[in-house]
Nanobody, 124 residues
């Protein structure tokens, strides 16, 4: 059974960094593109970054470009989201999800399987 588990969230001060992990079981992430999403209280789920399966090409929304970095470790079947220069505005539950769609997209629609999320809280 396919399962995605996020970890690495927590409480950090503004300007700090966190690295989120998304570890998969029941699926080989080499053959899936992975997206990172977030959902703040009272807001819709928002895609922030993704990495494509075929060439590990990445895409970031403008709000996080230059501060967030997606990478993958196929030996651990894990994808990471390194988040730097954090601000309180990024406080949210962060999710990873997988898709077979090869078009780089942060739209939630094409993603088939989702993790349960990990809370990221940035204090001012």
């Amino acid at each position: 059974q396919l399962q995605l588990v996020e970890s690495g969230g927590g409480l950090v001060q503004s300007g700090g960094s966190l690295r989120l992990s998304c570890t998969a079981s029941g699926v080989d992430l080499r053959y899936w593109s992975i997206g990172w999403f977030r959902q703040a209280p009272g807001k819709e789920r928002e895609g922030v970054a993704c990495i494509r399966s075929t060439d590990s090409r990445t895409y970031y929304i403008e709000a996080v470009e230059g501060r967030f970095n997606v990478s993958r470790d196929n030996t651990k079947n894990t994808v990471y989201l390194q988040m730097n220069s954090l601000t309180p505005e990024v406080t949210a539950v962060y999710f990873c999800a997988v898709t077979k769609v090869l078009t780089l997209t942060t739209s939630p629609g094409p993603y088939d399987y989702w993790g349960q999320g990990t809370q990221v809280t940035v204090s001012s």
